[in-house]
């Protein structure tokens, strides 16, 4: 299966490359061209570098900064945000990052809300891609699943 997880922070790390030790292809996603870029020159911090050397970084992981290759051949996305003090600057984040899936899936697929936010979102979540994807009278099917445990670091 090929998995897209949204981020590269520790947490995201750590769960993607369970997710690709289960045999799946994992492409993490970020906005961050130059921290992508360093990460594939192998600069990392002691924390990254712990869990990234241990991965098999040629064939079953991938870093990127184009959501839009990512998604094109994913099958379930995983909105993995940061884990931010205040719950509402976190739902805010959640929901851009859920727009920027919205705008960019070309496909059927499952998103996977692991935030850590106590009530689940789901229905936010699902409203948000929803409009992208009616911006663009894409007709995806998706189901947004709330799982803030699964694979928790």
Same mark, same amino acid.
């Given at each position: 299966m090929k998995i897209s997880v949204m981020?590269?922070?520790y947490n995201q790390l750590l769960s993607g490359k369970v997710l690709a030790e289960m045999g799946n292809e994992v492409?993490?996603?970020?906005?961050?061209?130059?921290?992508?870029e360093n990460i594939k020159r192998g600069y990392y911090n002691a924390d990254e570098a712990m869990?990234?050397?241990?991965?098999?970084v040629e064939n079953s992981v991938g870093f990127t900064t184009d959501i839009r290759e990512a998604l094109l051949d %994913?099958?379930?996305?995983?909105?993995?945000?940061?884990y931010m003090n205040s719950s509402t600057d976190e739902m805010i984040k959640i929901l851009k990052t859920a727009q920027v899936v919205g705008a960019n899936m070309s496909k059927d697929?499952?998103?996977?809300?692991? %935030?850590?936010i106590f009530n689940s979102r789901t229905d936010?979540?699902?409203?948000?891609?929803?409009?992208e994807l009616s911006k663009r009278n894409?007709?995806?099917?998706?189901e947004?699943?709330?799982?803030?445990?699964?694979?928790?670091?």
């Open positions: 981020g590269i922070d492409t993490y996603i970020s906005q961050d061209n130059k921290r992508v869990v990234i050397k241990s991965m098999d %994913s099958n379930m996305c995983f909105i993995a945000e940061g697929m499952f998103i996977v809300d692991r %935030s850590g936010a979540i699902k409203e948000v891609i929803q409009e894409a007709r995806f099917s998706f947004v699943i709330a799982n803030p445990n699964f694979l928790k670091a």
